[in-house]
């Protein structure tokens, strides 16, 4: 069965610093694998999306993530923090069992001043 | 603005009250969801439905009934809750095209319930 792990509840960084959010996942088929966002008192919106197409995927807001078969891997990075980054990040695996969506547990990103 | 409209935003209700949430989608999807989501918690799916059929109901206490009356409209009907019951209920929809699923929902705002 599928399902992800987010390493790390809490992440603070800099304003301008690297954004490093740490996804692995567990799958024995080639997985569909997402990041989502959740702003402050908001739902969540889709940040973007692995299907194989890709390798290194580009999503909103300048995130991008890169598929890693060999680490099982797929950590979402963006060059320079903002402010407005600051919010909680979901990464996401679609079961191929049940075809739900399987939620990791989150990541809180904290940008510093 | 994410087309998924979600009433009221914030709810507080006692453990004897019926109340409902009400959710509004205007982006002509075919699949409506209801999570929840509690602290600390992974994000929890409640029901699915498509095309106004319910197709999911994850295991889901009675004492929350869903409704689907048309592929625009979600309501969650809720009774004699508890106080574990608290959190925020998120609504979502999506456009399946029958060869599995997307993955791409758009989620509303969320209905902060407090159960007292």
């Known amino acids: 069965a599928q399902s992800v792990t987010q390493l790390g509840s809490h992440v603070s960084v800099s304003e301008g610093a690297l954004v490093l959010l740490r996804c692995n996942y567990s799958s024995s088929v080639p997985p569909y694998l997402f990041w989502y966002v959740q702003y402050p008192n908001q739902g969540l919106q889709l940040l973007l999306k692995y299907t194989s197409a890709a390798t290194l995927v580009k999503g909103i807001n300048g995130f991008e993530a890169e598929f890693k078969k060999s680490e099982t891997s797929f950590h979402l990075t963006k060059p320079s923090a903002h402010m407005s980054d600051a919010a909680e990040y979901f990464c996401v695996v679609i079961s191929s069992n049940t075809g739900k969506l399987i939620f990791g547990q989150g990541t809180t990103l904290q940008v510093k001043p | 603005e994410t087309g998924v409209t979600q009433t009221p935003r914030h709810l507080v209700m006692g453990m004897t009250n019926k109340k409902s949430l009400k959710c509004e989608q205007h982006l002509g999807h075919n699949a409506m969801y209801w999570y929840k989501q509690s602290a600390k918690k992974p994000l929890e799916l409640m029901f699915v439905?498509?095309?106004?059929?319910?197709?999911e109901n994850n295991s889901v206490p009675s004492r929350f009934s869903p409704e689907c009356p048309n592929s625009s409209h979600l309501f969650l009907h809720l009774h004699t809750l508890q106080p574990e019951d608290s959190a925020l209920y998120l609504c979502?929809?999506?456009?399946?095209?029958?060869?599995?699923?997307?993955?791409?929902?758009?989620f509303g705002e969320g209905s902060r319930l407090t159960v007292l």
């Open positions: 979502a929809s999506s456009q399946e095209h029958g060869q599995g699923p997307t993955g791409e929902l758009f």
């Open positions: 439905y498509n095309f106004k059929e319910q197709t």
